[in-house]
C-alpha cells in the first residue's frame, strides 16, 4: 500500500510487445501522467510521433493469466489550459447527401478553463456558430487496458478483450475498472486523455489533452471477467468491442449477464427480466477500427440487497 510515482518522456504505441517500466503491488496507488494522443505535454513539447501514446506498460505483481485486474480511477486533471478536437462528423456517421457537405476537416483548438470547470472553442479559430458555446469538463481515459491474449502487439487506436482505445466516458474519475489478465504481470498502460468528450466520439476526437493521473491498482485471484467491466457511485458496465456494432452490443450484455451471475446470484432467466426493462446502451465509439458499446445498469436498491446476501453468504 505505497504511492509511487512515475514520470517519463518515452512512449508506447501498443498494447502488448513492450517490456515493462515500473512495478506496482496491488493496493499500491501511482500517480502519473499522460500526454495527448498527438504526443504533446502539459508545457507544449511534442514528444512521440506515434498516436494515442501510451504511459507504461507497469508490471503488478502477482497478476497471472485468468486474474481480474482492478484499477480504481482516484485522479484526473488536465495539466494544461488547452485542447484540440477535429471538424466536422466523421462521414459515415451522415446520411451520404449530408455527408457530401461536409467541410474540409480541420483542427479544432479548445480554451480549456479548469477554475470554472468547461471549455469553450478558441475566437481566433473563427467558426460560425459556436459564440457562448461552453462544454462542461468530464475528463476521462481513452485508452486503459493490458497486454493482450497470446502476445499480440495490438495498435493502440484500437480495442478488444484487452481493454484499449475504447474512448468510453465512464472510464473517470470515481469509477472502478475490471480488466482481463492474459500474461504475467498483466502489463497496464493508459492515455489518449480528453478534457471531455461525447457519446461515440462522432468526429474521432474528444477534445485532446494531456492529464495527470493518479489510479489505484488491485488483483482479484481467478477473476471471471472476460470483457472489461466499470463501476460507479451509480452505475455498474460492461464494455464489448468489435464490428460489427451489433456484436460489440453482444458482448457487452453477455458480460453484464456473467456478472449478474457471478456476483450477484442471478441465474440467465433472472437477469435478462431485468436486463430488458433496465439496461441502458451507450455508444461508446463509432469511429475506431474498433466500435465500443457499453451495457450500463443503474445500482438500483434491488442489486444492492443482492450484492449484500451474496457477499454475507459467502463471508
Not at 37 to 54: E, F, H, I, K, V
Not at 83 to 90: A, F, M, R, T
Not at 109 to 117: C, P, T
Request: hydrophobic share 35%; proline share 7%; net charge negative.
Amino acid at each position: 500500500m505505497a504511492r509511487r510515482e512515475f514520470s517519463t518522456e518515452h512512449y508506447q504505441d501498443s498494447f502488448g510487445g513492450h517490456e515493462p517500466v515500473f512495478t506496482l503491488s496491488p493496493k499500491d496507488t501511482l500517480i502519473t501522467s499522460c500526454v495527448d494522443s498527438s504526443g504533446y505535454a502539459s508545457d507544449g513539447r511534442r514528444l512521440t510521433t506515434c498516436d494515442n501514446p501510451l504511459t507504461g506498460p507497469f508490471y503488478i505483481d502477482g497478476a497471472e493469466p485468468g486474474d481480474a485486474l482492478i484499477v480504481t480511477i482516484d485522479g484526473l486533471t488536465p495539466n494544461r489550459p488547452y485542447g484540440y478536437s477535429d471538424s466536422p462528423i466523421v462521414p459515415h456517421l451522415l446520411e451520404p447527401d449530408m455527408a457530401a457537405l461536409l467541410p474540409k476537416r480541420t483542427s479544432v483548438k479548445w480554451i480549456v478553463d479548469r477554475a470554472n470547470g468547461h471549455a469553450r472553442p478558441a475566437p481566433a479559430d473563427g467558426i460560425k456558430g459556436v459564440t457562448g458555446l461552453e462544454i462542461p469538463l468530464r475528463p476521462m481515459l481513452g485508452c486503459l487496458g493490458v497486454a493482450p491474449e497470446r502476445r499480440q502487439r495490438i495498435w493502440s487506436g484500437t480495442s478488444g478483450r484487452h481493454g484499449g482505445n475504447m474512448d468510453y466516458p465512464g472510464i473517470r474519475e470515481g469509477t472502478r475498472v475490471s480488466l482481463p489478465v492474459f500474461e504475467p504481470g498483466a502489463l497496464l498502460s493508459l492515455g489518449d486523455g480528453h478534457a471531455a468528450q461525447g457519446a461515440g466520439e462522432i468526429n474521432g476526437a474528444g477534445i485532446e489533452i494531456s492529464m495527470d493521473v493518479e489510479i489505484t491498482i488491485d488483483l482479484v485471484k481467478a477473476g471471471t471477467v472476460i470483457w472489461p467491466r466499470g463501476e460507479d457511485e451509480s452505475c455498474l458496465w460492461a464494455l464489448g468491442n468489435a464490428r460489427p456494432l451489433e456484436k460489440a452490443m453482444q458482448h457487452a450484455t453477455s458480460e453484464m449477464v456473467r456478472w449478474l451471475a457471478d456476483e450477484f446470484g442471478m441465474p440467465l432467466e433472472a437477469a435478462s427480466i431485468l436486463l430488458s426493462q433496465s439496461a441502458h446502451y451507450d455508444i461508446a465509439n463509432a469511429t475506431n477500427p474498433m466500435f465500443s458499446v457499453s451495457c450500463r445498469l443503474e445500482k438500483t436498491g434491488f442489486l444492492q440487497s443482492r450484492r449484500k446476501r451474496r457477499t454475507d453468504r459467502t463471508s
